[in-house]
């Protein structure tokens, strides 16, 4: 069994898959050109934004987005406690400052009142200058925009949406990618939408904040290539992987977020009951489900489960073991004012499940058989 079946997903879409790579290996083009414009176009209008620029992965989508807005030294920026490590890695990169936050039990993302605990401890306890946060769409759920929009808006806060994992996902009918004021996501293999490699976009209604992230995103060009108006960074996503993307969005369109959302329906239905808590899809929001993630009860054998879930061959992952305050690489520098007493106990008791949206109902069956057999 796979964790995520990517083959699966290959075999089933191989035709066109093949056709896309070899058109574009014969158009002999590898960087920009029409199939990179013509994706860009698809995902804004997919997501419902004036512009997409694409990028070379999920993290320098971040990244840009930051510089664009000239966030650097003495800033302070607002990241959950509870994410993948790239989402406090570009503040710091930048040289600005990562303020760690807590998150909700039930639905893992990024706790409004928690937020503005730590904006207030900022403004009162450091000279920092808080300027933006950075929500994240965590497992391909949307954070709770609907509370986490005026709340910034009130405190001054530009809003970055890190829609890694949350491609797909929604709020009624305003998709995930949309909601910030600029919002990024990764393209690598694994995500809701997956390209053959690495790669990233930045979403925004902004045409200034666009054309200065199409700047970055080439070496800081001007109004041609060599013609160098600041400082940038060299992020492209490549011809081939947006042929490949162009394939996978039809699908993913067409029926893949529709069929993973069944899965995790089937896991809800007969995982009710067992012991563990289930991920918590609030009315009126859709998950794309990036992945499928239970917690334990307190006390039970998170090691143990894992290593009977692998005898019977179920590979299962821990997202995420440690709280990005607790990150080494942070040091002594880590701000997390709340302490992030939720973060600290879902990274002793979460566990993601095999999921994607070709996951078989065999596969399913067996996860939820040996889980029941175990808790
Ligand atoms: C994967 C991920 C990223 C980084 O994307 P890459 O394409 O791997 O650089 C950023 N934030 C979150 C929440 C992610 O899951």
Redesign the pocket.
Same mark, same amino acid.
């Given at each position: 069994m796979e964790f995520r079946d990517l083959r699966a997903q290959y075999a089933a879409m191989r035709e066109e898959m093949d056709e896309a790579i070899l058109s574009a290996v014969a158009a002999g083009r590898f960087i920009g050109g029409g199939p990179v414009a013509g994706l860009e176009r698809r995902l804004a209008d997919y997501v419902g934004v004036r512009h997409c620029v694409a990028c070379a992965?999920? @993290?320098? #989508? $971040?990244q840009l987005a930051l510089m664009a807005w000239g966030v650097g030294p003495g800033d302070a920026v607002f990241v959950p406690d509870f994410?993948?490590f790239? @989402?406090g890695e570009v503040v710091a990169a930048i040289g600005a400052t990562p303020v760690f936050v807590d998150v909700l039990e039930g639905t893992y993302n990024i706790d409004p009142e928690s937020l503005e605990n730590a904006y207030d401890y900022v403004t009162k306890h450091t000279g920092f200058r808080p300027r933006a946060a950075i929500p994240?769409d $965590?497992f391909g759920q949307p954070a709770d925009y609907g509370r986490i929009l005026p709340l910034c808006d009130d405190l001054g806060l530009l809003v970055l949406e890190?829609g #890694?994992?949350g491609f797909g996902g929604a709020i009624g009918n305003k998709r995930a990618c949309s909601f910030g004021d600029i919002a990024?996501t990764?393209?690598?293999p694994a995500?809701p939408l997956g390209c053959y490699g690495?790669?990233?976009a930045v979403f925004t209604d902004d045409d200034g904040w666009a054309e200065l992230i199409h700047s970055y995103a080439v070496h800081g060009k001007g109004s041609m290539k060599y013609d160098n108006v600041r400082v940038g960074m060299n992020s492209r996503l490549d011809t081939i992987q947006a042929a490949i993307l162009g394939v996978k969005l039809t699908a993913f369109e067409d029926h893949e977020v529709a069929d993973v959302n069944e899965r995790a329906r089937w896991y809800d239905e007969s995982l009710a009951g067992s012991g563990l808590a289930l991920p918590r899809v609030p009315e009126g929001f859709l998950s794309s489900w #990036?992945q499928y993630t239970v917690r334990l009860p307190e006390g039970a054998d998170r090691d143990a489960l894992q290593v009977r879930l692998r005898e019977e061959g179920i590979p299962t992952m821990v997202y995420y073991p440690k709280p990005m305050h607790e990150q080494l690489a942070f040091g002594e520098a880590a701000l997390a004012p709340d302490r992030c007493p939720v973060t600290k106990r879902l990274c002793k008791s979460v566990l993601s499940l095999p999921m994607g949206p070709y996951l078989s109902e065999e596969d399913a069956r067996k996860v939820v058989e040996t889980i029941a057999s175990c808790v």
């Open positions: 992965n999920g @993290t320098d #989508a $971040l994410t993948f790239s @989402t994240v $965590l890190d #890694a994992q990024t990764s393209f690598f995500k690495d790669g990233g #990036a």
